[in-house]
Nanobody, 115 residues
Framework: QVQLVESGGDLVQPGGSLRLSCAASRSIFEITFMGWYRQAPGKQRELVAG???????NYADFAKGRFTISRDSAKNTMYLQMTSLKPDDTAVYSC?????????WGQGTQVTVSS
């Protein structure tokens, strides 16, 4: 089992920044892949960014150049630094972990970009 707890969601103005956190109940080195996903109202959930055990990262096209995924192994925490936020970034952001062929999800954190 992997328990994930997200935090950091907030209401932010367009052009602003936020950092989301995802705290894992296990060492992140025991997790094959971790990712941030988002789901906006009426839309399908989509991958925002992911990071593997080796540290390699991948980003959705909309996230490239604006979002940065990272992790702190000492805190078993993954982060998503978001900059230049747009109203289209409004969504519930959830973190996901893959371990031993099973996927685990956090409860999500709301990000609202609005003036």
């Amino acid at each position: 089992q992997v328990q994930l707890v997200e935090s950091g969601g907030d209401l932010v103005q367009p052009g602003g920044s936020l950092r989301l956190s995802c705290a894992a109940s296990r060492s992140i080195f025991e997790i094959t892949f971790m990712g941030w996903y988002r789901q906006a109202p009426g839309k399908q959930r989509e991958l925002v960014a992911g990071i593997s055990t080796s540290g390699s990262t991948n980003y959705a096209d909309f996230a490239k150049g604006r979002f940065t995924i990272s992790r702190d192994s000492a805190k078993n925490t993954m982060y998503l630094q978001m900059t230049s936020l747009k109203p289209d970034d409004t969504a519930v952001y959830s973190c996901n972990a893959l371990r031993w062929g099973r996927y685990f999800w956090g409860q999500g954190t709301q990000v609202t970009v609005s003036s």
